[in-house]
Structures are given as structure tokens and as C-alpha cells.
């Protein structure tokens, strides 16, 4: 049973960080870089579910993933069922939830980046975007890693979002806390025993990978340095 | 009648919002060589490049080269950055820190060779020049050539952060040559390099722009050390000199026009 919901939630985490952060790139980029006004209120709507209660996010995603809304019905005739109860949905939700934790990271970096250093490799003839990919986006690996690693320790945790949008179906959309949860009301505590150490020990092995990225993150800024 | 190589009369801005409205005037009738730029702290030296990079948007004035106006306010005349045949070299070491001097060299090589500018460079094509993008290749024979001759083969495998200021200097100076350019601006490129070393330096920078018949701008505090790199030499005034009255909105700064022919025609003739 643990089995299950621990491949659950390692599946969801992983899926939902990578993609996030492969996602972060031009969300992040687009924030710091962009002249345009319209960065603000992308800011905004990015930082929203920072703010917004999981349940309350959860109904609204509830609602615009049913088969009668529109989107709902565009997802559902390209996957071939319904998106809410089932894991394309639970992955979804969750990339909306963990969305500002794994971007916020990559655009702090983002912004880090020395003009100077932008300047330069403008002056040596390079565009924008090859500044982009070869300069601005190396520089900020630990910040790329700080974001994943947010996204997933993010991803594994969540309650909320995850008991509304994903139903708590065993093997597909149950995870480690809604099993704990689970295990508690039944009676069942050795299960939901477990299920929390699992969780603590993310959480652990979370924290010491920021920490150690913190201490890297210093690194390659500080060598430019006068 | 051939064009001015460089003609250069301009408003700069000043710092901050505030307009100072100092005039810079100067021109250049030789077609390859050094003129020195220096001039006390504060007098408007890195702005002078930077306008003539094309870094400065809030410029006015006139900068042709050739004939061709690089930047000309009347007309609304601005190229951008990359539409110059310019090469700039800014004040300070500017090496990518997250690169190793190799990976420097190669990333300003292989941006040389995608210019609009790159003659003398061989041509790297479309398909010619492309190479999977985890592997960055080695530097191109020609930009071995540049190396070598500013010294820093031995130093090709050193993180950026090893080097000390001279082999530094010596790294970005090489990086900025690697670009081919009709106008070289140096702000202290000589910086942290002893003397016999500046001496050796400016003799290999001199050799190659006579080579490339380009012209180029050096900014230094030492004016001694142009004497024998120079062709002429322009003094920026200080913003605020004892002489003027301080209030005076628009302060022309006392710019050479004949100094520099005047030493022009004393060294060149």
C-alpha cells in the first residue's frame, strides 16, 4: 500500500519539478528581461497560488478542468478521459500550485547576473538570445537547482490541491499525505506512521540539498567581483 | 575627396538625470593608428566610448566613421551595437566568470566569425560553422593566432578566477582583437601589467591595427606611455575646472581639433 502512494508521489514530484523547471526558463526570463509592462501582472498571476488557499484553488481548477468547461473538454477528448480523478489532472494541478516555488528561484538568479557581464557579451556581438542561453542561464544553474529541488519538495507535501482535484484513488492519485491522512482517520497508525517519516525524510533530504546550493549559489558571482 | 575616417562631435550626457551638455569635438584624417584619449577622473572618458559603442541611448550629436554615420541626432540616426564595426574594450576585467579562458576565446571567436564584420576572418557558413551545441570545439586557427601573439596559449585551461590582473588584462585584450573592427575603443587596457610588459603590449596592439588598418581610441592616465604608441591625443577637461564659472550649462570641453592635427602632423609627417 505504502508502496503505492510512495511511487505516487515521487512520480508527481519529479514530473511536476522538472517540468516546472523547464518552464522557468522563459517564465523567468520573460519577468527579468522583458522591457514590456504586462512583466508585472505575469508576476502577479505567478505568485498568486503563493497566496490563494489550496482548497480554494483547488475548486477553481475543479471547475475549469470539468468535462462541461471548455478547457475541461479540449484535455479530456485529447487524453481520452476526464481530467479530474486521475493522475494527468493530479500533475496538472500540481504545476499550477508549485509554480511560483520553482520560478522565483531562477529569476532571483536571473537577476543576479551582472549587467556588466550581460554588457559584454552584447559588446562581442552576441544577441539577446544567445546571451541568454549561453551566458545568463549557466550562471544560474544553482538557482535552476534551487527551483527544482523547491518544486518537488512543494509538490510532495501538498494536501489540499491534491485531495480536491485528485480524488485519493489508490495507486493513481493517492499520495503520501492523503494516505497518512487516511491511515489516521481509519485507525491505522503504524500506516500513517510511515507514510509520515517518508514525508520527513523528504523534507530532510530537501533542506539539505537548498542548503548545500546556497553555499554554491555564492560561488560563481563572487569570482567576478573586482 | 575620401571621407573623414572618424569625425566625432558630441553632447554627452551627463551623469544621473541631469543634462551637463559638454561638447566633445574631434577629428581623426588618418586611417589607422592609435589616438590617446585621457583626461582626469570624472571627465567623461568611458562615456565617450560607451556613445561610440553604441551602449549610451540618451547621446546626441555626431559620430561617422568612414562617411558613414553611426550616429547622427539631427537625422535620427542611431545603428545599433551590432551594426558597428566596433570593438570595445571596457575598463576592468570582464572575463565570464563561469568560463574558463579557452571557453572565452572560443565564445568571442565563434561570435567574430558570425559578424557582420568579419572579413579577413574566414567565413564559417551556415553549415560550416555548425557544431552540436554540447561541444564548443576548440579555437579556430585564426583566433590561435591572436593568442599567441597576446601571450596567454600557456593560459588557455585556467579557470577565469585563477589569473592574476596582468593575465587578465592580457586574456581580455586577446578577446577583444578577436574581433575584427574598424575602430578599437580601449578604456585602460593596459591595466595591472607591468611596464615592460604595457610596452611590449602596445607595440603588439599598434602592429595590429596597422595590419588591419583600424583605427583605435586608448584611454590612459599615463599619458607618458602613448608617446611613442600615439599618433595625437585628446584631453577631456574636468566637469567642474577652476577657470569656468560653475553654473554654466553648457561647458565646451577644449578638444583638440588642433591639438591632435598639431601632433598629427609633428609624428605622421
Not at chain 1, 539539505?208 to 560563481?220: C, F, I, Q, T, Y
Given at each position: 500500500?505504502?508502496?503505492?502512494?510512495?511511487?505516487?508521489?515521487?512520480?508527481?514530484?519529479?514530473?511536476?519539478?522538472?517540468?516546472?523547471?523547464?518552464?522557468?526558463?522563459?517564465?523567468?526570463?520573460?519577468?527579468?528581461?522583458?522591457?514590456?509592462?504586462?512583466?508585472?501582472?505575469?508576476?502577479?498571476?505567478?505568485?498568486?497560488?503563493?497566496?490563494?488557499?489550496?482548497?480554494?484553488?483547488?475548486?477553481?481548477?475543479?471547475?475549469?478542468?470539468?468535462?462541461?468547461?471548455?478547457?475541461?473538454?479540449?484535455?479530456?477528448?485529447?487524453?481520452?478521459?476526464?481530467?479530474?480523478?486521475?493522475?494527468?489532472?493530479?500533475?496538472?494541478?500540481?504545476?499550477?500550485?508549485?509554480?511560483?516555488?520553482?520560478?522565483?528561484?531562477?529569476?532571483?538568479?536571473?537577476?543576479?547576473?551582472?549587467?556588466?557581464?550581460?554588457?559584454?557579451?552584447?559588446?562581442?556581438?552576441?544577441?539577446?538570445?544567445?546571451?541568454?542561453?549561453?551566458?545568463?542561464?549557466?550562471?544560474?544553474?544553482?538557482?535552476?537547482?534551487?527551483?527544482?529541488?523547491?518544486?518537488?519538495?512543494?509538490?510532495?507535501?501538498?494536501?489540499?490541491?491534491?485531495?480536491?482535484?485528485?480524488?485519493?484513488?489508490?495507486?493513481?492519485?493517492?499520495?503520501?499525505?492523503?494516505?497518512?491522512?487516511?491511515?489516521?482517520?481509519?485507525?491505522?497508525?503504524?500506516?500513517?506512521?510511515?507514510?509520515?517519516?517518508?514525508?520527513?525524510?523528504?523534507?530532510?533530504?530537501?533542506?539539505?540539498?537548498?542548503?548545500?546550493?546556497?553555499?554554491?549559489?555564492?560561488?560563481?558571482?563572487?569570482?567576478?567581483?573586482? | 575627396?575620401?571621407?573623414?575616417?572618424?569625425?566625432?562631435?558630441?553632447?554627452?550626457?551627463?551623469?544621473?538625470?541631469?543634462?551637463?551638455?559638454?561638447?566633445?569635438?574631434?577629428?581623426?584624417?588618418?586611417?589607422?593608428?592609435?589616438?590617446?584619449?585621457?583626461?582626469?577622473?570624472?571627465?567623461?572618458?568611458?562615456?565617450?566610448?560607451?556613445?561610440?559603442?553604441?551602449?549610451?541611448?540618451?547621446?546626441?550629436?555626431?559620430?561617422?566613421?568612414?562617411?558613414?554615420?553611426?550616429?547622427?541626432?539631427?537625422?535620427?540616426?542611431?545603428?545599433?551595437?551590432?551594426?558597428?564595426?566596433?570593438?570595445?574594450?571596457?575598463?576592468?576585467?570582464?572575463?565570464?566568470?563561469?568560463?574558463?579562458?579557452?571557453?572565452?576565446?572560443?565564445?568571442?571567436?565563434?561570435?567574430?566569425?558570425?559578424?557582420?564584420?568579419?572579413?579577413?576572418?574566414?567565413?564559417?557558413?551556415?553549415?560550416?560553422?555548425?557544431?552540436?551545441?554540447?561541444?564548443?570545439?576548440?579555437?579556430?586557427?585564426?583566433?590561435?593566432?591572436?593568442?599567441?601573439?597576446?601571450?596567454?596559449?600557456?593560459?588557455?585551461?585556467?579557470?577565469?578566477?585563477?589569473?592574476?590582473?596582468g593575465?587578465?588584462?592580457?586574456?581580455?585584450?586577446?578577446?577583444?582583437?578577436?574581433?575584427?573592427?574598424?575602430?578599437?575603443?580601449?578604456?585602460?587596457?593596459f591595466?595591472g601589467v607591468d611596464p615592460e610588459g604595457r610596452a611590449a603590449?602596445?607595440?603588439?596592439?599598434?602592429?595590429?591595427?596597422?595590419?588591419?588598418?583600424?583605427?583605435?581610441?586608448?584611454?590612459?592616465?599615463?599619458?607618458?606611455?602613448?608617446?611613442?604608441?600615439?599618433?595625437?591625443?585628446?584631453?577631456?577637461?574636468?566637469?567642474?575646472?577652476?577657470?569656468?564659472?560653475?553654473?554654466?550649462?553648457?561647458?565646451?570641453?577644449?578638444?583638440?581639433?588642433?591639438?591632435?592635427?598639431?601632433?598629427?602632423?609633428?609624428?605622421?609627417?
Amino acid at each position: 500500500m505504502i508502496h503505492s502512494a510512495l511511487s505516487v508521489t515521487v512520480a508527481l514530484s519529479f514530473l511536476t519539478a522538472t517540468i516546472l523547471s523547464l518552464l522557468s526558463l522563459p517564465l523567468a526570463g520573460w519577468i527579468v528581461f522583458s522591457k514590456s509592462s504586462w512583466t508585472t501582472l505575469g508576476e502577479s498571476i505567478l505568485t498568486l497560488t503563493l497566496v490563494l488557499p489550496p482548497a480554494v484553488l483547488g475548486y477553481l481548477l475543479l471547475v475549469a478542468f470539468s468535462p462541461e468547461s471548455l478547457p475541461g473538454s479540449l484535455m479530456a477528448r485529447l487524453l481520452g478521459h476526464p481530467l479530474p480523478f486521475s493522475f494527468a489532472g493530479l500533475l496538472l494541478a500540481s504545476l499550477i500550485y508549485s509554480l511560483p516555488f520553482a520560478v522565483q528561484p531562477v529569476a532571483q538568479s536571473f537577476r543576479q547576473v551582472p549587467l556588466r557581464t550581460i554588457e559584454m557579451a552584447r559588446i562581442l556581438g552576441a544577441r539577446p538570445f544567445t546571451v541568454f542561453r549561453k551566458i545568463v542561464v549557466p550562471m544560474s544553474l544553482p538557482g535552476l537547482a534551487t527551483g527544482w529541488v523547491l518544486g518537488f519538495a512543494h509538490t510532495v507535501g501538498e494536501f489540499g490541491v491534491v485531495m480536491m482535484v485528485g480524488g485519493n484513488i489508490p495507486g493513481e492519485t493517492r499520495t503520501l499525505s492523503l494516505k497518512a491522512y487516511d491511515d489516521l482517520l481509519s485507525m491505522r497508525a503504524h500506516g500513517a506512521r510511515d507514510s509520515v517519516l517518508l514525508l520527513l525524510l523528504f523534507s530532510s533530504l530537501s533542506l539539505v540539498a537548498l542548503n548545500l546550493l546556497r553555499r554554491k549559489g555564492v560561488d560563481p558571482h563572487a569570482s567576478d567581483a573586482p | 575627396m575620401h571621407p573623414m575616417p572618424l569625425e566625432v562631435d558630441l553632447v554627452l550626457p551627463g551623469r544621473g538625470a541631469a543634462p551637463s551638455g559638454r561638447r566633445v569635438a574631434f577629428t581623426l584624417s588618418r586611417d589607422s593608428g592609435i589616438l590617446g584619449l585621457c583626461g582626469p577622473s570624472g571627465s567623461g572618458k568611458t562615456t565617450l566610448l560607451r556613445v561610440m559603442a553604441g551602449l549610451c541611448p540618451k547621446a546626441s550629436g555626431v559620430v561617422r566613421v568612414d562617411g558613414v554615420s553611426w550616429l547622427d541626432s539631427n537625422l535620427g540616426t542611431d545603428l545599433p551595437l551590432e551594426r558597428r564595426p566596433v570593438a570595445y574594450l571596457p575598463q576592468g576585467v570582464s572575463l565570464f566568470p563561469h568560463m574558463d579562458v579557452r571557453e572565452n576565446l572560443v565564445f568571442a571567436s565563434r561570435l567574430a566569425e558570425s559578424s557582420d564584420f568579419a572579413k579577413g576572418n574566414p567565413p564559417a557558413g551556415r553549415l560550416g560553422g555548425f557544431r552540436p551545441f554540447w561541444r564548443s570545439g576548440g579555437l579556430p586557427g585564426w583566433a590561435q593566432e591572436v593568442v599567441e601573439l597576446f601571450g596567454v596559449s600557456r593560459l588557455l585551461d585556467k579557470r577565469s578566477g585563477e589569473l592574476s590582473g596582468g593575465q587578465a588584462t592580457r586574456v581580455a585584450l586577446a578577446r577583444c582583437f578577436l574581433r575584427s573592427a574598424r575602430l578599437y575603443l580601449l578604456d585602460e587596457p593596459f591595466a595591472g601589467v607591468d611596464p615592460e610588459g604595457r610596452a611590449a603590449l602596445g607595440r603588439i596592439v599598434g602592429g595590429l591595427l596597422a595590419r588591419r588598418k583600424a583605427m583605435a581610441l586608448l584611454v590612459t592616465h599615463t599619458p607618458d606611455e602613448l608617446c611613442s604608441l600615439a599618433f595625437g591625443m585628446v584631453r577631456l577637461l574636468p566637469e567642474e575646472d577652476g577657470d569656468g564659472s560653475p553654473g554654466l550649462p553648457v561647458r565646451p570641453v577644449q578638444m583638440s581639433e588642433t591639438e591632435a592635427k598639431g601632433l598629427l602632423e609633428r609624428s605622421g609627417g
